[in-house]
């Protein structure tokens, strides 16, 4: 089972920008379709954007626009380019295989990376 660690969370204005990383130390997952999720409290985690293998990206309505999700394969990691972040985007940010997410595999998720958004 891959364990990815997200980094690059933190505290910004409205308006401002934030780039998530996520990496799996140790394995590669660049086969794999993956997404970056998201679960602020007292709500169920949500679905924020995904990519395949192939790189079609598929996106939440409520971020179209203004998040982008890539892939770096020389360095086997997925990115999540964050701007115009207003308040309603606070949340625990996680990453993860969409084929652990069809599971329902709650073993399969890491710590996320929190982002904070607040003048």
């Known amino acids: 089972q891959v364990q990815f660690v997200e980094s690059g969370g933190g505290l910004v204005q409205p308006g401002g920008s934030l780039r998530l990383s996520c990496a799996a130390p140790g394995s590669r997952f660049n086969t794999y379709a993956m997404g970056w999720f998201r679960q602020s409290p007292g709500k169920a985690r949500e679905m924020v954007a995904t990519?395949?293998?192939?790189?079609?990206?598929n996106y939440a309505d409520f971020v179209k626009g203004r998040f982008t999700i890539s892939r770096d394969i020389a360095k086997n990691t997925v990115y999540l380019q964050m701007n115009n972040l207003s308040p309603e985007d606070a949340a625990v940010y996680y990453c993860?295989?969409?084929?652990?997410?069809?599971?329902?595999?709650?073993?399969?998720w890491g710590q996320g990376t929190q982002v904070t958004v607040s003048s």
């Open positions: 993860n295989t969409i084929a652990a997410v069809q599971k329902n595999d709650d073993t399969s």
């Open positions: 990519i395949g293998a192939l790189g079609r990206t």
